[in-house]
């Protein structure tokens, strides 16, 4: 279930839980407990071996593997969503979780600017970082051995081909005076599009972020955060995450980025709190994530 | 770099990626013809073999026929190869009955660039890629199946540097001695086929190659 975590660490599956009833969708996994309610829910889709739930919270749509839910539940699932996704819920959603009194509470909305590094730690991992140096690298090697591999190519189809021997030496003084040229072009380019890239990504992340703050639903979202965990709502949505949910910690500036199970973050702008309220949030969430994934 | 040189660079490129070379007719192969059966039965002991002979060529080029060798196609005067930009010479001594020596020598009309002539004699196979094609066209021109006998490099005939080059041909073709130098700036470049396979090759064709000599650029120094 989900892919291995931001530092390459698989968490190994996790049971996971839905229910689809007359409030809406109830996801149940160790650490998490979520509810979406029917106006919240946009539809489902389908491929030949999965089911998408679209929700409007969260940026990536549920997926259920068909195979193992069975015809009938597919079909159950198809009925309930054509029923009510995206209209008021016929039943009244279930309780919030509750927090005791100690807990710190805020109510939070994203600024764009405070999207932007969020979307640059997702594009920014190491998977990314390998995938760029490698086509680097293939880039680099392919467009510089171009015109040797031509040069030996039309070598080897030449009706009148010079004896191996006597091409050799001449090939390898030719890497000397004339095959590093192109290697050295490609190097440059090479070195200019990494030396660039990063400046694009902030770029492209800046559009992104505008974006997702147009779409995304209006109105805050509030946060409770106590020994237990952390619960979030908004719209009638929620969802109560365990600490152990969480395995890193991040600051950007005054952004906290908890990271998550299956890649996941939670955002928390520190502008939310009070300075009293500030302290307490960060005093929680250093005893309760690593120590060693803070320092970043 | 001059612009020239840029562009025969790029033709020789070029040519090559279209398999084209330019062809020459002096360059074709040889073929070992068989001598004459009467020519070595009846040696001609009467006509006596044509002495040292000066052979004029343009552009003030000068050279000592070695004895027995003899301008192809000569009008009345036998040293007299002006007009030509290619001339051929021949030996024509008894030994050269079975070795059937040929020298053939090419002019370029236009000056070789450079500072001097040792910087001209270096810049004419300078890049590897143009020696690789130097080595293309004389193998070529030997016979299919050729090797390169003594790699491509400066050699010394008489008291001037040649860049020379000589090949092994394979059974029934003549093998070749490859040679250019510059004199004066100008360009002259010989192509000296054997039929000789033994160790020691083109003696008589090293003896005319190093009695090349522009006199006339000389004095005007």
Known sequence: MGPPSQDGRDPGPVPTRYRLDGAGLTQTAPDLASFVPWPRIRGSAEDRDHLFLMVEIGDVPIVLPKAHLGEQVVADIRRWVLACAGRPAPVPPPAEPVAGPEAVRATMRLTVEERVPIILRAMENPLARRARLVAAAAWFAGLSLLYPALLAMLWAIDPYRVPLADTLPLFAEMAATDFWKPAAIVAAVIGLVLAVHPRARRWFAGAAAQDLDAEAPAGEARIVIDGAGIVTAQDGAHARLGWNLFHGYERVGDLVILSMRWNDVLPVPLRIFEPEARARFEALAERHLPMETRAR | ?221
């Not at chain 2, 192809?72 to 036998?78: G, L, Q, S, W």
């Not at chain 2, 394979?170 to 004199?183: C, N």
């Open chain 2, 1 to 221: 770099m001059t612009d020239a040189l840029r562009r025969g660079r790029a033709m020789l490129l070029l040519s090559y990626l279209l398999a084209i070379a330019p062809a020459h007719a002096e360059d074709a192969p040889e073929a070992i013809a068989e001598p004459a059966p009467d020519a070595i039965a009846t040696p001609e002991a009467g006509d006596a073999l044509p002495g040292p002979t000066v052979l004029r060529l343009d552009q003030g080029f000068v050279l000592d026929l070695p004895a027995g060798w003899v301008l192809e196609e000569a009008d009345d005067d036998p040293g007299d190869a002006t007009g030509r930009r290619v001339v051929r010479v021949v030996c024509r001594t008894p030994a050269c009955a079975r070795t059937q020596e040929t020298c053939t020598l090419r002019l370029r009309t236009g000056p070789v660039e450079g500072a001097d002539d040792a910087a001209r004699l270096a810049g004419l196979h300078a890049a590897p890629l143009s020696r690789y094609f130097r080595l293309r066209a004389v193998l070529k021109s030997t016979s299919p199946g050729a090797s390169i006998r003594r790699p491509i490099g400066p050699e010394r005939f008489g008291p001037r540097d040649w860049i020379a080059v000589e090949t092994e041909a394979a059974p029934r073709f003549k093998s070749g001695l490859f040679a250019e130098t510059v004199i004066g700036g100008r360009y002259l470049g010989a192509i000296c086929k054997t039929c000789e396979t033994g160790p020691v090759r083109h003696e008589s064709a090293r003896a005319l190659l190093a009695s090349a000599r522009r006199p006339a650029w000389s004095a005007a120094r």
